[in-house]
């Protein structure tokens, strides 16, 4: 409220000189600036959820890859071949996995 008080006196004192054509542009360009700026401002503020929901669904899908790959390569071929058969497949542990003889 205090700056709408402090143009309003400035309002008055530039109706009262008459204006060179030099501080009209200047004014005018200082205007479409702040419309523009306000303008930006809204349409981030609109656009920003869906922004911030795209990030998310990114983030998830770069945990799962990480978990994925973090997983052991027994446990990977098991997720495999339950995802291709419907039925369950008994876990067997790889050949690959045991490093020492019995």
Do not use: W
């Not at 503020?45 to 978990?67: G, H, I, M, N, Y």
């Amino acid at each position: 409220m205090e700056t709408v008080q402090e143009l309003i006196p400035l309002a008055k004192e530039l109706a009262t000189q008459k204006p060179n054509r030099k501080l009209v542009k200047l004014y005018v360009l200082g205007s479409v600036l702040a419309f523009v700026g306000a303008l930006l401002g809204l349409v981030e503020t609109v656009c920003s959820p869906f922004a911030a929901a795209s990030r998310q669904r990114e983030r998830e899908a770069a945990l799962a890859a990480l978990r994925d790959a973090r997983q052991p390569p027994g446990l990977q071929t098991q997720a495999l071949l339950e995802k291709g058969k419907p039925e369950a497949v008994p876990a067997s542990r790889a050949p690959v996995l045991r490093q020492h003889a019995s």
